[in-house]
């Protein structure tokens, strides 16, 4: 029994299951550099140029693909992970202590990220010649930059198959979280046809969002030889200097990581450090916080948090909990404004922030490629960013991908001490 007298669920919350989806990373990174290479050539010599107007439609062609699928896949994985939370949140005292710090930690760094992107920005600004020929190459933003007024009837739709047809991504991510919680009090039989039905649509769009990313390395090919047409070889400057900032706005997270452990959950940070070495080396090693979860077990056993504790704690925050997602897909999507010159207001980044939280909540463990999309595209969508960047952006993922790793694995541990230690607090009170 739980120290609220509540009974304890099972430590594990199943999620969707989805088909298993693989995502050729490798070879869209290859062919992000061998369309950069060739693009620049075709650039050089004019006779060439033709190149040019087969790839361009081509790339445009895969990047509609990719599109299509973003909306519903989004929608029926935003139910699934709030019926999943909620149902987490119901597991007791610990479970709910955990919820809290997930969702807490999404706001508070996307709320980070909101200050800190902008200010690199500004700091260490993007390549000149690149940034104007991705953003002319993919398109700004369309209609005018809306005030509070508009934002605030934004938020719920009159009608949401209108609101969905239009790609409207705010009130239908409103309407369907909304959706998930009245889900949650209808008797057992229609809440799991309900469950069913969406797990299948999540499934087959699954499906389709992988065929899309199969094709990545001919879609990135041709995306990246236009843009290199138009920028030459600044625009490889351009895709390092994104991979930086995104990179150390996760570095950020990570650091925040011996700050919570030694600050709320009273753990030497000598010992904290210590004890990650083995976690971080799964984590670089296979950049997944799933296949870390068992050294994570051992590094809260070596920290002195209590078994019934991390084994609960631990699963939980590996099935709902990205500590880098929100600030790191606030970053992506303010990086892709700057980018584009597209003005965004700070309701339309509170907007973010908080879409960015559920999006998290609603993404479960995928490939690094599918993950980017569903997270990223849906903020984007909400704050009025183009997704076309998004095509050519995926190709890098795997970058700082390491560094979502490494900052998600810091956080879950660190998140977990401090629930122990608020546990013990309350058991001695």
Known sequence: MDRDGEQAQPAVIDGPRLPDIRVPAVW????????LLVGSVVGAVPVLHGVALVAEPLGELWLRALRMTILPLVISLLVLGVVQTAAAARAGAVARRTVAWIFGT????GAVAMVVM???????PIPRAAAGALAAGVGQSAG?????DAFLLSILPTNIFAAAAGGEMLPCVVFFALFAVAMGRLPEAPRAALMTLFQGVAGVMMVMIGWVLALAPVGVFALALTLAVKAGASALGALAHYVALVSGVGGLVLLAGPVVAVVLGRVALRAYMRAMMPVFAVAASTQSSLASLP?????????GVRAETAEFTLPLSVALYRATGAAM???????????????????AMVAGVLVAALAELGTPSLPGAISFVLSIGPVAMVMGVPVGPLALLVAVEMLPDLMRTLGNVAMDVAVTTAVDRADRGKGAA
């Open 28 to 35: 869209s990174l290859a062919a992000l550099a061998a369309g």
């Open 329 to 347: 897909n606030i970053a992506v999507v303010l990086y892709v404004a700057h980018l584009t010159n597209t003005p965004v207001t700070i309701w």
């Open 118 to 124: 902008p200010l690199w920005l500004s700091l260490w």
């Open 295 to 303: 050294a994570m077990l051992g590094a809260c056993g070596r920290l």
């Open 144 to 148: 005018p930059v809306p005030g509070l």
């Open 106 to 109: 999404y706001l508070v760094s």
